[in-house]
């Protein structure tokens, strides 16, 4: 149970966040207990939706969006976004059980992808300390100035969730994926 109140319903929702819990239902076809428990800030489910979507238009394809996912909830501990990225990664972006343990691991099976996956959690490990050396990494994988921005908003974004879920114990929806271990 978690440690403050999930609406059960998009109607248990406050008014304003009801129709944003909408939209989520027409894209997912269900609602997970994370917007639900968001959901108690329309201005927090506005600006976490708001940011997802831009990202979506963004640069960065699908898959390395999943992959940068998983990473981040691997080195944040968070089974709540372990699961529901494992999920996504699997059904959505098409990702292998290879690439998916690489992905937790911080690496990627993808060459391009890896700079971008080590970058990710070289910014999270770090709490942003990075050095030259590892943004002339991401930069030689062939990322834009513009991309690299992406990926910090994707750590940035998945970070809140992280921390949203681990601190606030979102009951988990997805099938269970536990975190190898926090960094």
């Not at 990926?151 to 009951?171: D, G, M, Q, R, W």
């Amino acid at each position: 149970m978690s440690r403050i109140a999930t609406p059960a319903t998009i109607a248990d929702a406050p008014a304003k966040s009801q129709p944003l819990l909408e939209m989520v239902n027409a894209q997912l076809g269900v609602v997970p207990n994370m917007f639900r428990l968001i959901a108690n800030s329309p201005a927090t489910l506005e600006g976490y939706l708001g940011i997802g979507a831009a990202l979506a238009k963004g640069a960065l394809p699908a898959a390395t969006r999943e992959r940068i996912a998983l990473a981040v909830a691997e080195v944040n501990g968070c089974d709540y976004c372990l699961s529901a990225h494992t999920y996504l990664g699997r059904n959505l972006a098409k990702l292998d059980d290879a690439e998916m343990t690489a992905n937790r691991s911080g690496a990627s099976n993808d060459p391009k992808a890896d700079a971008a996956v080590r970058f990710a959690a070289t910014l999270v490990r770090e709490r942003g300390q990075v050095g030259a050396a590892d943004l002339s990494e991401v930069k030689l994988a062939g990322y834009s100035d513009g991309q690299i921005l992406e990926i910090f908003l994707h750590v940035a974004l998945n970070t809140f969730t992280n921390y949203v879920n681990e601190a606030l114990k979102t009951e988990i929806d997805f099938p269970v994926v536990t975190a190898r271990k926090a960094a």
